[in-house]
């Protein structure tokens, strides 16, 4: 069982950046993000393989959101750029155990964080 930890979330202006993070306690392969605001479905954010060869964005985020990875620190990140009210959500950190592609359906991945709450308001 690998335990995920996000950070980072906060209040933010329209416009502002912010960097999540996620720490794993164990090996992880693909790792994803998501997010899900009031009364909304979970839905993905972005996601990279276990060498960062590949990532993979929601059409909303492409151009703004930069997500990486630190397999020394066992550790994802999740840069945010150019935030909008759209933007906010709670983010979850998720990971797969085993190597697979980078999916964009939750319920392909094995592990998930507690999650950060992320707001953006003027």
């Known amino acids: 069982q690998v335990q995920l930890v996000e950070s980072g979330g906060g209040l933010v202006q329209p416009g502002s950046s912010l960097r999540l993070s996620c720490t794993a306690s164990?090996?992880?392969?693909?790792m994803g993000w998501f997010r899900q605001a009031p009364g909304k479905e979970r839905e993905f954010v972005a996601a990279?393989?276990?060498?960062?060869?590949?990532?993979r964005y929601a059409d909303s985020v492409k151009g703004r959101f930069t997500v990486s990875r630190d397999n020394t620190k066992n550790a994802l990140y999740l840069q945010m750029n150019a935030l909008t009210t759209e933007d906010a959500a709670v983010y979850y950190c998720?990971?797969?155990?085993?190597?697979?592609?980078?999916?964009?359906?939750?319920?392909?991945?094995?592990?998930w964080g507690q999650g950060t709450q992320v707001t953006v308001s003027s």
């Open positions: 990279v393989t276990r060498a960062s060869t590949n990532t």
């Open positions: 164990g090996r992880t392969f693909t």
């Open positions: 998720a990971s797969t155990r085993t190597w697979t592609a980078l999916n964009v359906n939750p319920n392909e991945y094995d592990y």
